[in-house]
Every structure is written in structure tokens, then in C-alpha cells.
């Protein structure tokens, strides 16, 4: 098992940029597929990002492709997401996530282990 936590959320104006940062510890990681999800206020949880630890494919929702991008650092056992060109969209709590065996990057119930969740608002 594995332990997430998040940070780096905070308060951006449109058209701004932020990096969230996922420390990982506990299990060995690397067999792990790693993503990014956020909720918004009154809103389902939605996948945004994913990136298989081993080979780095990186998977994106359509509303941040372009935007987003998510990488990992295997040395550091950190996985990123860099947010650019950010809109009020944006605006949600975003989660990081740990799968074993994630056949579709883009669905929550396949991911084991989450994280607390940090704060993101974009002000317009």
C-alpha cells in the first residue's frame, strides 16, 4: 500500500499557472499507474490526468489536454501536474490517485489509494 499527499494548490487568476505536487511513500510505487482527479462544488469527481509509473505513458481528459501536463520523478517519488493557461473551470479540489491494475486510466474506481486533496481556485 501506498500513502499520497498532495500539495501546491492555492489561489491563481486566469490565464495563470500552478504545479501540484503527489509525494509518495510506503509500497514500491513503480508497479503503480499514478493520476489526477478533481471535484468540483456539487460536481462528480473527474479524471484529468494519468501516467503509468513504468514507461511514463501519459493519458489527459480532453477539457486539459494542451494545458496539463503530468510527469513523474521516480528518484524523488514524486508525481506533478503543471497547470497552465488555467481558467475559472479549473476550480476544484484535486486528487491524487494510485492504481495496481488500471485497465481505463480515466475511471476513479480503479484506483486504491487516494490522497487528502488540495484546493485549487482560479479567479476570473
Known amino acids: 500500500q501506498v500513502q499520497l499527499v498532495e500539495s501546491g494548490g492555492g489561489l491563481v487568476q486566469a490565464g495563470g499557472s500552478l504545479r501540484l505536487s503527489c509525494a509518495v511513500s510506503?509500497?514500491?510505487?513503480?508497479?503503480?499507474?499514478m493520476g489526477w482527479f478533481r471535484q468540483a462544488p456539487g460536481k462528480e469527481r473527474e479524471f484529468v490526468a494519468a501516467i503509468t509509473w513504468i514507461g511514463g505513458t501519459t493519458y489527459y481528459a480532453d477539457s486539459v489536454s494542451g494545458r496539463f501536463t503530468i510527469s513523474r520523478n521516480n528518484a524523488k517519488n514524486t508525481l506533478y501536474l503543471q497547470m497552465n493557461r488555467m481558467t475559472p473551470e479549473d476550480t476544484a479540489v484535486y486528487y491524487c490517485?494510485?492504481?495496481?491494475?488500471?485497465?481505463?486510466?480515466?475511471?476513479?474506481?480503479?484506483?486504491?489509494?487516494w490522497g487528502q486533496g488540495t484546493q485549487v481556485t482560479v479567479s476570473s
Open positions: 490517485a494510485a492504481g495496481t491494475v488500471v485497465v481505463n486510466k480515466k475511471t476513479k474506481s480503479e484506483y486504491d489509494t
Open positions: 510506503g509500497d514500491t510505487f513503480m508497479a503503480y499507474t
